[in-house]
């Protein structure tokens, strides 16, 4: 019996094309393109049509997640600029934890001015490697992002955000607040997509899991096995779950919206079972990857060396995945954030 591939994150590099990696969104959600990998070869589609290559009774899980505006821009009281990005509020508190930049790392007991508007206290570093601060906002921690914050823009995104990136980098159907990134598969589905596929009698569930900064982090060591992934929360309804089950006993597909997606739902059910809840998750899933719950995949385009990148390897096969993303580029799809989708289906080995 032969030994599974032992693979390296060189495995998973590509080159890009600069051009190809999307600043701005297309003008409509629903406009972009989609690139059907399911088959023997792909095939390219218009988003549009996805409702035409599901079935009745099929489930689609997306993520319910909201991203916030978690950028900051502020100064010391020595006048020394700080950035801060908000990773976390935690719940029932005025406080937050963040990733600050400065020239010199805050003391606890520094108060930072943030847009001139509010001054935050720093109480200390926090995180699980100590690398970033727990800081208190003087009132709600959302509110006050809400009014003050800049929208958490990806760092391969080259502009400031506008107005215009406070309506498309967020999902129409966004209902919990605490991302700092989008679940950004989802950024395609507009009202008329969702009524196609209601239609169609495509089932819809969701799950939320706040994406993290973590997500646009570099692997930055030789082998897989030695990367830890960061962690984030998620919660699976019980009326999840239960469609899950539903879709099953109906001979249905169970169809990912998302990466984020996908790992929460495949956290849940790391136990064998899937279960409801709410959770930490640090779930890294690479090829030889036992997947128990999710059967296909709609995703955007990755970094090249990134944990997605892994991910998708795992569900859809790795050489398909390297034969998919050589089509994507020779026919200058659009990548990443705001870039185009793909239609995936779990490889007989995933």
């Known amino acids: ?39 023997a070869d792909p095939v390219d589609r218009t988003f549009r049509e996805l409702p035409s290559l599901l079935n009745a009774g099929d489930l689609l899980v997306f993520n319910d997640t909201q991203v916030i505006k978690a950028r900051l821009y502020g100064h010391k009281a020595s006048g020394g600029a700080v950035e801060a990005l908000v ?46 601060f727990h800081l208190r906002f003087p009132a709600d921690p959302f509110q006050l992002l809400e009014a003050h914050g800049h929208v958490p823009l990806p760092p391969y995104i080259e502009h400031e955000d506008s107005a215009d990136d406070v309506r498309r ?67 699976v309804p019980a009326a999840t779950v239960a469609a899950i089950a539903a879709t099953r006993a109906a001979g249905g597909r169970v169809i990912s919206v998302g990466t984020t997606s996908l790992r929460a739902l495949e956290s849940a059910a790391r136990g064998g079972e899937l279960k409801a809840g709410a959770s ?52 200058r799809y659009r990548f990443f954030s705001y870039g185009d989708a793909m239609l995936l289906e779990r490889s007989s080995g995933g």
């Open 87 to 132: 990773e976390r509020v935690l719940p029932g508190t005025q406080e937050v934890w963040a990733h600050v930049r400065a020239s010199k790392s805050p003391k606890p007991g520094t108060l930072i001015r943030f847009a001139e508007a509010f001054d935050a206290e720093v109480l200390g570093r926090c995180g699980p490697d100590g690398g970033m």
């Open 280 to 331: 930490e998750t640090e779930i890294f899933i690479t090829p030889g990857f036992q997947f128990r719950v999710v059967d296909g995949l709609l995703t955007n385009f990755h970094l090249p060396k990134s944990t997605l990148m892994m991910l998708v390897s795992a569900l859809a096969g790795y050489e398909r995945v390297r034969s998919l993303y050589r089509h994507a580029i020779e026919q």
């Open 169 to 235: 980098y967020q999902t129409v159907f966004a209902r919990a607040p605490g991302a700092v990134a989008a679940p950004t598969a989802a950024l395609h589905f507009d009202e008329g997509v969702l009524a196609a596929l209601a239609a169609r009698g495509v089932q819809t569930a969701s799950v939320t899991l706040h994406v993290g900064a973590g997500t646009f982090q570099p692997v930055r060591v030789e082998q897989i096995a030695d990367h830890k992934m960061h962690s984030e929360w998620f919660e």
């Open 1 to 39: 019996m032969s030994q599974p591939r032992a693979y390296t994150v060189a495995d998973f590099d590509f080159e890009l094309p600069p051009e190809l990696i999307a600043q701005h969104p297309a003008a409509e959600r629903s406009g972009s393109r989609l690139l059907d990998g399911r088959g």
